[in-house]
C-alpha cells in the first residue's frame, strides 16, 4: 500500500537523528511552500513600489495547503487540528485565485503593450 510506504521511515536519512517518512517529507515541502509565498509575496511588493499579490503566491497557497493538508490526512499523524487548518486556506486560496483569473484574465502578470 502506498500509505504504509510513505509511514516508513527512509533509512539513508537516519543519520540526522529525526525520524523522516515521505509523508514528513511531503509535509514539510508543504509547509515550506506555503510560508515560503510570503516571501514571494514581499519580493513583488518591493519591486513594484506597492503591495502586489503575484498569482503565483495563490499557486504556493494551494500546492502548500494541499501537501500539509494530505500530510495531516493520511500520514500515521491522522490529525483533525491539522486537518481543519489546512482545509479552510486551501478553498479561500482556490476561491481568491479563480476571482483573480476571473478579474485580470489568465496573462495579467504579463507586461502589456
Known amino acids: 500500500m502506498t500509505s504504509d510506504f510513505l509511514n ?36 513583488a511588493s518591493k519591486r513594484a513600489g506597492k503591495p502586489v499579490m503575484p498569482r503565483v503566491f495563490w499557486y504556493m497557497s494551494i500546492l502548500g495547503s494541499l501537501m500539509t493538508l494530505c500530510y495531516f490526512l493520511f500520514s500515521s499523524k491522522q490529525d483533525s487540528v491539522g486537518v481543519l487548518q489546512n482545509l479552510f486556506p486551501t478553498f479561500t486560496a482556490g476561491y481568491s485565485l479563480y476571482l483573480d483569473i476571473r478579474h485580470r484574465g489568465w496573462h495579467r502578470d504579463r507586461a502589456s503593450h
Open 8 to 43: 516508513t521511515p527512509i533509512s539513508w536519512l537516519e543519520w540526522t537523528g529525526i525520524v523522516i517518512t515521505g509523508w514528513k517529507l511531503i509535509g514539510y515541502t508543504g509547509a515550506l511552500m506555503f510560508g515560503g509565498r510570503w516571501l514571494v509575496q514581499f519580493i
